[in-house]
């Protein structure tokens, strides 16, 4: 199995209208320190019944969360405000690997905040939540 | 550099140079340097956090200041000047910039004998952390 390094990855936004396989048409965040891509998660739903012979529940997929995604970088007062000013509007999103590939989602921002270290760098956070399915990107052209 | 930052600010001392002149040198002295006098040495530099695009561009450094002197009251008097002085830098210049200083730690003073004679001298090492940013 190949093995990705974590350097090199990128975080984008862009327009409802943007194509996560374009070059163009992306918002890059710069200065990321630290970023985590949506997990998406399935309820469970279950069908136990008093059919049950072998004392085991069972269930059956339920609706799929697609989750939230963050990301953290070094501060910057423009890139900030800017990124408040988005709260709440449909977005798209994308997290560019290393390797070329990609993952994509629809959603919004819809956290922000900031983080002081009295000895280090002011940092500012970002999260979106997922709207939909994240889509898998093989690589961007 | 961010070497030259603190040692303008011991040389800007008039306490500091009473005591040591303009010797303050990198990691030793000359061998004509007449006692007090202060030797620095750079010890760490290292970014403040990593990204995915590379390391930041401001650093972490921590540096020591090598007080020696011909008498115990001499080593301490300047140590305590170059702990003052440092203690708490920033300053900005044409190509870097230093956003604090913090006194970290000192060694006791240990008696050491001049090479080749039976003459004591003395000596003491401070430690300091700063972060700072080159100007580009």
Redesign the interface.
């Known amino acids: 199995m190949p093995e990705t390094p974590g350097i090199g990855a990128k975080f984008e936004y862009g327009e409802t209208s943007a194509v996560y396989t374009s070059a163009t048409g992306w918002t890059v965040v710069a200065e990321v320190t630290d970023l985590t891509p949506p997990e998406p998660e399935t309820d469970d739903i279950e069908t136990t019944s008093h059919d049950v012979t072998d004392a085991h529940r069972t269930f059956q997929a339920g609706l799929t969360d697609g989750g939230e995604a963050e990301v953290t970088t070094h501060y910057d007062k423009t890139v900030y405000a800017t990124i408040e000013g988005l709260m709440r509007l449909d977005k798209k999103f994308r997290i560019r690997y290393s390797d070329g590939s990609a993952i994509g989602w629809a959603g919004y921002f819809k956290g922000h905040g900031t983080e002081v270290d009295i000895e280090g760098l002011t940092l500012m956070k970002f999260k979106t939540k997922v709207s939909g399915k994240p889509v898998p990107i093989a690589s961007i052209t | 550099m961010f070497e030259y930052t603190f040692v303008s600010a011991l040389l800007a001392n008039e306490d500091i140079t009473e005591y040591v002149g303009e010797q303050i040198d990198p990691i030793t002295t000359t061998q004509t340097a007449q006692r007090p006098y202060l030797t620095y040495s750079l010890n760490q530099s290292e970014p403040?956090?990593?990204?995915?695009?590379?390391p930041?561009k401001?650093k972490?450094g921590t540096y020591d200041v090598i007080t020696v002197a011909d008498t115990y009251d001499d080593c301490l008097n300047l140590s305590n000047l170059v702990q003052r002085t440092l203690n708490g830098l920033a300053v900005t210049t044409d190509n870097v910039i230093v956003h604090?200083t913090k006194y970290e730690d000192s060694t006791d003073i240990e008696q050491r004998i001049e090479p080749g004679t039976e003459k004591p001298l003395y000596v003491r090492s401070d430690t300091f952390k700063a972060?700072y940013v080159p100007i580009e």
Do not use: D, E, K, N
């Not at chain 2, 403040?48 to 590379?54: A, E, H, I, L, R």
């Open positions: 403040v956090s990593q990204t995915f695009s590379g930041s401001t972490w604090w972060m």
